[in-house]
């Protein structure tokens, strides 16, 4: 039996902090709907289609030659070298290999950086709505989360970045970016970098950015060759207080690999691969001799899912607009259609009588933060024809 100091006999719980954290509210929904096999899936961040078969194979190559041992912390140097060659491709400029960590995926890539940068009741700025685990982590760790929200503006999620810059204060110790954002589409622009990093450089504060969509672009992107989204990697000195985190899940379709990657300051590689021991020691040899090869022979396949998105995103966009009452803000990137419908407040109450009324599955905006209230998150990874399904869905709850 737990006791309390005083010896009071306590219930086995986790400690308050932790207790104090918020459930998904996506999963709320979804659990509303599991099990229902009319309803339409449009609420996780994956789409419908497996890995390209090329990386699967290399996989299952890795396997066959015995690639089933831990790697080193910062991962195996094959994947390393192949990220640090991929890193000067897209952003045109040298990238030390030793700024370079494997991490099992995004996720972990968050949580290892935050744990190496955050104290408890430090200041950390994010940029809002956004996908609940960068503002939660920081609550983990006993940090204080101060929020910028994004506003819809003529048809899109705009950022005031004098607002931002007025919050970014001294003392502050963090700013969390995700761009392309996870839910709306927002998108940093590129002359937004320039004043942002000055301002964080001139105050010490640590940028992290979560770069997992960088690749699904469809607005700015890089003149030459590889597009991606504005990315402040591009602009900043090695020896910035800037993190980005990164991800195969998304852009190759390896959601179920677990398979990411981390780009800091030489300063703070010793401290990462400690935690990286701390937390996961290392990801899968043959899951890293699978990026390896997404790295080298992925560009087409990427390239291929990104005008896809593009397509997708134009189609459910154009749907939503035609219906009564739909406001529909368009994405910049990343795999999701933002929308609201006129007098319907309650994001989860919507979701879940979407759900049962219309066999339609939605994520909740509320799942991202107050500012996503009375939105509703739409992942269109998936074929046309669930996108057409799912539209006639709506029009007929609508109507
Ligand atoms: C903004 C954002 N960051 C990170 C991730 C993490 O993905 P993974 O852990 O699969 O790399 C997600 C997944 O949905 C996301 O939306």
New binding site residues.
């Given amino acids: 039996m737990t006791t309390d100091p005083q010896g009071i006999a306590t219930a086995p719980v986790a400690r308050a902090r932790v207790r104090g954290l918020g459930a998904s509210k996506v999963r709320e929904v979804a659990n509303a709907g599991f099990g229902r096999s009319d309803v339409k899936r449009f609420w996780?961040?994956?789409g419908d289609q497996p890995t390209p078969l090329f990386i699967r194979e290399a996989a299952m190559a890795a396997l066959a030659d015995g690639r089933t041992f831990y790697t080193h912390n910062h991962g195996a140097a094959d994947l390393r070298a192949a990220l640090q060659a991929y890193l000067e491709r897209l952003h045109g400029r040298a990238f030390d290999i030793d700024s370079v960590s494997v991490s099992?995926?995004?996720?972990?890539?968050?949580m290892v950086t935050m744990q190496a940068i955050l104290d408890p009741g430090d200041r950390v700025v994010a940029v809002t709505p956004?996908?609940p685990?960068?503002t939660e982590i920081p609550a983990i760790l006993g940090a204080e989360v101060v929020r910028v929200g994004l506003e819809p503006r003529d048809g899109r999620w705009t950022l005031d970045l004098d607002r931002l810059l007025a919050a970014i204060t001294p003392g502050t110790r963090l700013l969390l970016i995700?761009s392309p954002?996870?839910?709306t589409g927002w998108t940093l622009p590129a002359a937004a970098r320039a004043p942002l990093l000055e301002h964080c450089r001139r105050l010490g504060v640590w940028i992290l950015t979560?770069d997992?969509?960088e690749r699904v672009a469809f607005g700015e992107a890089a003149a030459a060759g590889v597009v991606t989204a504005p990315s402040l990697l591009a602009l900043a000195d090695p020896s910035d207080r800037l993190v980005s985190?990164?991800?195969?899940?998304?852009a190759w379709r390896?959601?179920g690999w677990?398979?990411?990657w981390i780009v800091a300051p030489l300063g703070l590689r010793e401290d990462l691969g400690k935690l990286l021991e701390y937390n996961t020691s290392c990801a899968p040899d043959f899951v890293q001799a699978a990026g390896v090869v997404a790295l080298e022979q992925g560009e087409a396949s990427v390239e291929a899912l990104r005008l896809e998105m593009a397509a997708r995103r134009d189609r459910v966009v154009a749907g939503l607009k035609r219906l009564p009452g739909v406001e529909a803000t368009r994405a910049d990137g990343?795999?999701y259609a933002f929308f609201r419908i006129d007098g319907r407040e309650d994001s989860v109450a919507v979701a879940k009588r979407l759900i049962a009324e219309a066999g339609l599955g939605l994520a909740p905006g509320a799942a991202f933060g107050p500012e996503g209230e009375g939105w509703l998150r739409w992942c269109f990874a998936t074929s046309e024809a669930a996108i057409d399904d799912g539209l006639g869905r709506l029009e007929r709850w609508l109507g």
């Fill in positions: 996780f961040g994956e099992s995926a995004g996720v972990s890539a968050l956004v996908w685990n960068l995700n954002n996870n839910p979560d997992v969509y985190t990164n991800s195969f899940s998304k390896m959601t677990r398979l990411g990343g795999l």
